[in-house]
């Protein structure tokens, strides 16, 4: 199985500044059609969560563009540009590369400092 | 408007079974295969288990494989996912999610099921 470690668990951040998000998985998710499965979820407080980034650096639909998704092979990044309020939560990376089974990564837990 | 409605979570005694079901609507249900997600109280998501859009090949999870089967009924829109042999570590919000290419295009508001004497 394909073990997600993200880095760091918890994050405190000042409103406008920006913030980073560590995934990395235990193999390479290149897959041999040349995508990456490597999707990034939010999880706002008593809210079903909702993805924001799916294959390495697509946003989803109604994301705002301060998201951003990178990275290749084994390490990857969620970048906020500008951290607002709405953005507290926790975030969740997972690979879909190879399965079974879906791994996610343990969660990120963002607030506002 | 997509809408996605788990039903059939509950408080079940070790060793019980439950039925979740998923009811879709405002998209074409059989252009998906289909996940069922779970949260523990306070916890993670851990995948639990896919179908794929045909309903004839599904994957499950070691820690439930060979007590729990999921199915759907296509003309119905319905997932569903029988649970059997139940433990206090089945406890856990379950979430049905959908995949056109990648898991997570759309998410239920999850049915929470307590396994419990």
């Known amino acids: 199985d394909v073990v997600m470690t993200q880095s760091p668990l918890s994050l405190s951040v000042t409103l406008g500044q920006p913030a980073s998000i560590s995934c990395r998985s235990s193999q390479s998710l290149l897959h041999s059609n040349g995508k990456t499965y490597l999707n990034w979820f939010q999880q706002r407080p008593g809210q079903s969560p909702r993805r924001l980034i799916y294959e390495l650096s697509h946003r989803e639909s109604g994301v705002p563009d301060r998201f951003s998704g990178s990275g290749s092979g084994t390490d990857f990044a969620l970048k906020i540009s500008r951290v607002e309020a709405e953005d507290v939560g926790v975030y969740y990376c997972?690979?879909?590369?190879?399965?079974?089974?879906?791994?996610f990564g343990q969660g990120t837990k963002l607030e506002i400092k | 408007e997509v809408q996605v409605v788990e039903s059939g979570g509950g408080l079940v005694q070790p060793g019980g079974s439950l039925r979740l079901s998923c009811e879709v609507s405002?998209?074409?249900?059989?252009?998906?295969?289909m996940h069922w997600v779970r949260q523990a109280p306070g916890k993670g998501l851990v995948w639990v288990s896919r179908i794929d859009r045909d309903g004839i090949g599904a994957n499950y999870a070691d820690s439930v494989n060979g007590r729990f089967t999921v199915s759907r009924d296509n003309a119905k829109n319905t997932l569903y996912l029988q649970m059997n042999s139940l433990r206090a570590e089945d406890t856990a919000v379950y979430y049905c999610v959908g995949d056109r290419g990648s898991p997570g295009d759309f998410w239920g508001q999850g049915t929470l099921v307590t396994v419990s004497s």
């Open positions: 405002g998209f074409i249900f059989h252009g998906y295969d």
């Open positions: 997972m690979q879909s590369t190879h399965w079974p089974p879906y791994t």
